[in-house]
């Protein structure tokens, strides 16, 4: 079965520092997210893409935040200068064309993102 | 504002009887609502879909109902069994092509053997 995938598993980080999180999307697949998820909460959208350029993004996904399809294979999300409070699981995800609901979305395992 | 609502404390069922879920959601008109598992520690997935003019659908043990009038899905899971055992998400998705998902809270399911 198709599979995201993420790397890395887990990250720290010093606080002010730049990330880089890795996601593999589904090949056939057309829309990109990254959610995240801090822990014992809810997931939270952060960020959607489709056709090269952001659909939509979440009050989270302030300027320190960016999105790249750097080839035909990679999704990456950076944030430039981590804080504390960025400290979450970040899944990516990908789906077909969401106005149809499709088969639902496909995560990733997830990037374990610790700023220390 | 948009607020979707998943029961917060954790049911604990028997092997063999049926596990309901309930989502409910206010001031939202979702084209469609999912439902995800989600293990501790992994990403959300997905289980089914029903869309905003259908009442039912079914999926092996798992079934979902959906009520635009009440703003409330519910989810099914007949025949329970320990490995059944995670936290149920309902995602709802906006009628706009952005594929944005609204996740509720979760609910953790416990089957005891």
């Known amino acids: 079965e198709p599979e995201v995938t993420q790397t890395p598993s887990h990250q720290v980080t010093q606080m002010g520092q730049e990330v880089i999180l890795r996601c593999v999307p589904i090949?056939?697949?057309?829309?990109f997210y990254w959610y995240r998820q801090i822990l014992g909460q809810k997931v939270e959208f952060l960020v959607s893409?489709?056709?090269?350029?952001?659909?939509?993004k979440s009050e989270i996904f302030d300027d320190q935040f960016s999105v790249e399809r750097p080839d035909g294979s990679n999704f990456t999300l950076k944030i430039r200068s981590t804080k504390l409070e960025d400290s979450a699981m970040y899944f990516c995800?990908?789906?077909?064309?969401?106005?149809?609901?499709?088969?639902?979305?496909?995560f990733g395992s997830g990037t374990r993102l610790t700023v220390v | 504002s948009q607020k979707i609502e998943q029961n917060s404390e954790a049911l604990n069922i028997q092997e063999g009887k049926t596990a309901t879920l309930t989502c409910n959601y206010t001031?939202?008109?979702?084209?469609?609502l999912q439902w995800y598992r989600q293990d501790p520690g992994r990403g959300p997935v997905f289980l089914l879909l029903?869309?905003?003019?259908?009442k039912e659908k079914r999926k092996e043990r798992l079934k979902v109902t959906f009520d635009t009038t009440l703003k409330q899905s519910l989810f099914h899971i007949t025949a329970s069994q320990p490995a059944d055992s995670a936290t149920y998400l309902c995602a709802l998705a906006g009628s706009g092509n952005t594929g944005k998902l609204i996740f509720g809270q979760g609910t953790t399911l416990q089957v005891k053997p």
């Open positions: 029903i869309r905003e003019n259908e």
């Open positions: 995800a990908s789906s077909e064309i969401p106005r149809t609901g499709g088969n639902g979305y496909t």
């Open positions: 090949s056939n697949h057309l829309y």
């Open positions: 001031n939202y008109s979702p084209a469609y």
């Open positions: 893409f489709y056709n090269n350029e952001i659909s939509e």
